[in-house]
């Protein structure tokens, strides 16, 4: 299996999929995992007690954008709230990712299965993957690209990436990176490039 990361709006979910549009892969995804755990009961008790009413909407689901007030950004006090929500919903988005991983990885077509979630290294699900690959976008392109599509500013890019490792750590602890600073299709000749490595070795 390999597992994308890289800087918040760095471009890994357009790139996972266009390596499917061209090859036999299953694209697992962290994000769909940590909303459908927060729709969970059990979840929900446990968020209710630790960080109050406030966190919900009215009709008792869980209110993402205030929770992230809560745990996104460098204060202690968030630092706190982002410890203590990660011990209530990573084991249980663990268990749903290596679930969904396992599935793919059951079809006799799938010929490899990529893992793109924001928090691989940080949750320690890179013990799933067989390679890491650091999907490197400068801020600036970053900050623009989640403007247009999220409607974030910088600052809050920058606030949720710092409940993340640095990029410079992501690419650390990476065994491949790609230049994704130019033209997409560029980032795509490189990521297929080791796509093709990782899976003649995988098979070897």
């Not at 929770?67 to 950004?73: A, E, M, P, S, T």
């Given at each position: 299996m390999i597992g994308l990361v890289g800087g918040v709006g760095s471009g890994k979910s357009h790139l996972a999929r266009l390596l499917?549009?061209?090859h036999p892969i299953e694209i697992v995804e962290g994000d769909p995992a940590g909303h459908q755990v927060l729709t969970e009961p059990h979840i929900k008790d446990r968020l209710r007690k630790s960080f109050g009413s406030a966190v919900f909407t009215p009709a008792g689901e869980v209110?993402?954008?205030q929770?992230?007030?809560?745990?996104?950004?460098s204060a202690p006090e968030q630092l706190a709230a982002r410890k203590q929500l990660e011990q209530?919903?990573?084991p249980q988005i663990a268990e749903i990712l290596a679930r969904q991983?396992?599935?793919?990885?059951?079809?006799?077509?799938?010929e490899a299965v990529l893992l793109d979630?924001?928090?691989l290294l940080e949750a320690g699900w890179r013990d799933l993957c067989d390679v890491v690959v650091f999907i490197d976008t400068p801020l600036e392109q970053r900050v623009e690209r989640v403007k247009n599509s999220r409607g974030w500013s910088r600052d809050e890019l920058q606030r949720r990436e710092a409940s993340q490792f640095s990029v410079e750590r992501k690419r650390k602890e990476a065994q491949y990176v790609v230049d994704n600073s130019g033209e997409v299709h560029d980032a795509q000749r490189q990521l297929e490039s080791i796509y093709s490595r990782v899976v003649a070795s995988v098979h070897s």
């Open positions: 499917r549009d061209n209110d993402r954008r929770l992230g007030r809560l745990v996104f950004g209530i919903v990573h991983v396992a599935l793919a990885c059951s079809h006799p077509q799938v979630a924001a928090l």
